[in-house]
């Protein structure tokens, strides 16, 4: 680490997403590594090479670039989004409106929610090896032709094939554990802290020690889903192998395994044990309880030789996908009215975004995914095997080729994602356009007091300038879409009951019209629906395979990452690992060093804010009498302080002043679309600080400085909105500012 002089003032730049490079934080070419490694590091100018860009004379400029823990390695940033649907599940429970409810039923229904998830991702892989694969592709001559690699298949009895082909969703299984556990050095490998929360999913404060410390939780968590994902396989293969009467034997292994998902679904609901010792206690037996169903069940499988008397889907495959579709359906519907009534006993003032329903709305778009991926790979490789017919109510395969059915429950999934897309897209537009108005009267508002004598031929350029402060206020219009999103995805879902009885979207419209058979029209609705899920689904492993091959494109996925995995791991163990794990204790460290031999002025752009307000809530007491606050471009009370009021909202914004004594000037922007005032309120947030030092907080900058062209310059001054702040004046100001008023305390205390 690097040694600083004694009484050395340090401004530390954090960044916001994106994975900004330490040249652009430091905006200078020429930097060197004085602390962290390649993965988060801390870093300065080289010695005699200049200052950093925007630098306070006196003030030496420093960077924590933290971006490579998310867009570093190009394969880990593309596997990431095979695990979209696990971490929006993770990242809905900290939408809460209050941090009550610890143990109780919110907790207990997103970690059901995020077990289902599981479930889905096994039902889909046992959809395509075992029912389309293994049931309906390889006793059929004409599905099995050409294809060396499945006929080789049709010379094993249906209980072996069908064993051996359950090996690809335990290998499935195994690849996911490893993706959501294979970062551990980099991500969570910052070290234990020595305090630890005794709750299960952290407590309501992050200032509390160990809240970030998310390792016994995940790894509690990841037993108990690969129980589930266990289970569900051993269940799917026994009632393959036993549909033509089930044995005593062939019973008790079917009834082992439901019990074996039954169980752990019950221990989703229960506190995750304090201590490693109660943990192991519970986990030990759990373990040995799914390797020893497995195992027998794959060896009474492989002596299982009865021929396939039947055709169709794989026994018990069309109703446990319906029934977990109905399930969450099912789950999201009462959690959006717990989370309702949970959002009653928000702090007065407060304005949870959508009256608190991020919650659920986040985990039905976990599972509108979920089921994106599913539907997608379930009629893709059906469509693959069938070489080209594409199987629906009024288009049957030959027979010959086998009737590769995925399950109805995946057409009405499908039904249900084209009409909640274009739905959400009818909300998008009638809200932008409603809102136009009354955006551009604000815009028109600001620039009058801003540019209130403009020449004729500056008229253009502040038209652009109005333009572009409407559309910075397009961020508060999106709840309309949104609940449309969550509305709309919920009743589709729920619209899977239907298949439990039998009906699918073809048969309900015949019924409906009155005509015996099937609509056609429904069944080609259905179809575009199929498609355009899959183009979306086709379009995102695209999007993958650029992200591994081109770092620009890896930055950009890199930015969903950044704001997914910041909250710790509590619901769902197969979600990308939580990098604050690491950004924050390591932030924490180097701030406390750094103010033990002078003054820190910690300068958080936009996401780098939010780090930077971790960080203060983690520092000890003898390290905050040294430090300063600074944010640019910060959205802790736009959409943090709406998104996570539990954690993030008015009193934590209040506390992280206290803790400072103040020591904090936050610069925004009219133009900003994703920063702005913290507490302000004649820009209509709230107070909720009794303190008139809330007031000296925010400090306005115009943008741009002006409309007309200096005379020394060719063009007007650019219109900067989010990045970036530290080449005007004032933030330099503010810099030297915070820099004076820590050193005073300092030499007061």
């Known amino acids: 680490m690097d040694r600083a002089p004694f009484g050395e003032a340090v401004e530390l730049r954090v960044h916001g997403v994106s994975g900004a490079t330490a040249e652009k934080i430091l905006d200078h070419p020429i930097v060197v590594r004085v602390a962290g ?97 293994g049931w309906q592709c390889v006793p059929y001559d004409r599905c099995r032709a050409g294809r060396p690699y499945l006929s080789w298949l049709v010379v094993l009895p249906t209980g ?111 506190p995750v044990p304090a201590s490693r ?52 359906g099912v789950l999201l519907v009462v959690l959006a009215v717990v989370t309702f009534v949970r959002q009653r006993a928000a702090p007065a003032g407060a304005r949870p975004f959508l009256r608190g329903l991020g919650t659920p709305i986040v985990a039905a778009a976990a599972v509108s995914v979920a089921g994106a991926f599913t539907a997608t790979l379930v009629f893709r490789v059906a469509d693959y095997l069938d070489r080209g017919h594409v199987p629906d109510p009024i288009r049957p395969n030959p027979q010959a080729v086998g009737p590769l059915e995925p399950p109805v429950a995946y057409w009405w999934v499908a039904l249900a994602g084209l009409t909640t897309l274009l739905i959400v897209a009818v909300a998008a537009t009638a809200t932008l ?3 136009r108005r009354r955006r551009r009267d604000l815009a028109e508002h600001i620039t009058e007091q801003d540019y209130p004598d403009v020449p004729t031929d500056a008229v253009p350029r502040l038209r652009a300038v109005r333009e572009a402060i409407a559309r910075s206020h397009v961020t508060e219009e999106l709840g309309p ?41 429904a069944v080609y609705v259905t179809d575009a629906g199929i498609w355009v899920i899959s183009l979306l689904v086709i379009g995102l492993m695209i999007l993958g395979f650029r992200s591994y091959r081109s770092v620009e494109t890896r930055r950009v996925v890199a930015v969903l990452w950044d704001l997914g995995t910041f909250w710790p791991r509590t619901v769902h163990p197969f979600a990308p690992p939580c990098y604050a794990a690491r950004a924050v204790p390591e932030l924490a460290k180097r701030v406390s060093a750094l103010a033990e031999r002078g003054t820190v002025v910690i300068s958080g752009h936009s996401h780098g804010s939010v780090l930077a307000a971790a960080t203060i809530l983690q520092l000890p007491p003898t390290a905050l009498r040294g430090v300063a ?36 000037r936050n610069l925004w922007r009219d133009t900003d679309p994703i920063g702005g005032t913290l507490f302000d309120h004649h820009r209509g947030a709230r107070p909720p600080c009794d303190t008139p030092a809330a007031d000296a907080v925010d400090v306005r900058l115009r943008d741009p400085r002006s409309v007309t062209v200096d005379p020394a310059d060719t063009v007007p001054p650019p219109i900067e909105r989010h990045w970036p702040y530290h080449t005007q004046s004032q933030y330099q100001t503010a810099v030297r500012e915070l820099a004076d008023l820590t050193g005073q305390h300092q030499r007061g205390s």
């Not at 051996?164 to 490893?178: D, G, Q």
């Not at 026994?315 to 029934?323: F, H, T």
């Not at 949104?482 to 015949?510: E, H, K, N, R, Y």
């Open 37 to 133: 490694d390649r993965h988060a590091g801390f870093y300065r100018p080289r010695p005699g090479t200049g200052d950093a860009g925007g630098a306070t004379s006196g003030v030496v400029v420093e960077a924590y670039r933290w971006g490579a823990l998310t867009a570093g390695a190009a394969v880990r940033t593309a596997s990431m989004l095979l695990l979209l649907p696990f971490m929006l599940g993770n990242l809905a429970v900290w939408l809460r409106p209050t941090p009550t409810d610890r143990f109780g039923l919110l907790g207990a229904l997103c970690r059901l929610l995020g077990g289902t998830l599981t479930a889905a991702f096994m039902l889909s892989i046992i959809g395509v090896t075992l029912n389309l694969v």
């Open 160 to 270: 072996p094939r069908l064993a051996l082909l359950s090996l690809v969703p335990l290998l499935a299984l195994r690849v996911i554990w490893a993706l959501g556990a294979r970062s551990a050095r980099a991500f969570e490998g910052f070290g234990r802290s020595p305090t630890r929360p005794e709750t299960s999913e952290m407590t309501g404060s992050l200032g509390t020690p160990g809240f970030w410390d998310d390792e016994r939780i995940s790894a509690w968590l990841r037993q108990v889903h690969v129980g589930i994902g266990a289970g569900m396989l051993d269940a799917s293969l026994l009632a393959g192998v036993s549909h033509a009467g089930t044995g005593p034997v062939g019973g008790l292994l079917f009834g082992a395994a439901v019990a074996l998902v039954g169980a752990c679904s019950v221990l989703l609901c229960l």
């Open 277 to 328: 010792a109660a943990a192991l206690r519970l986990l030990r037996p759990l373990w040995a309880a799914t390797v020893g169903v497995t195992v027998l069940s794959l060896g009474y499988a492989v002596l299982t030789h009865a021929a396939r008397p039947v055709q169709g889907q794989l026994p018990g495959y069309e109703g446990s996908a319906a029934g977990l579709v109905a399930t969450q």
């Open 433 to 435: 356009l409603l809102s």
């Open 481 to 521: 879409m949104l609940v449309a999103f969550f509305m709309i995805s919920s009743l589709g879902l729920a619209t899977i009951v239907l298949d439990l009885i039998g009906i699918g979207p073809s048969q309900l419209a015949a019924k409906l019209s009155g005509q015996p058979g099937t609509s056609p029209l």
């Open 629 to 664: 606050l600074l944010t640019h471009g910060c959205p802790l009370y736009r959409i943090y302080a709406r998104l996570y009021p539990a954690y993030l909202g008015h009193q934590t914004l209040c506390e992280l002043g206290e803790r400072l004594d103040w020591r904090w």
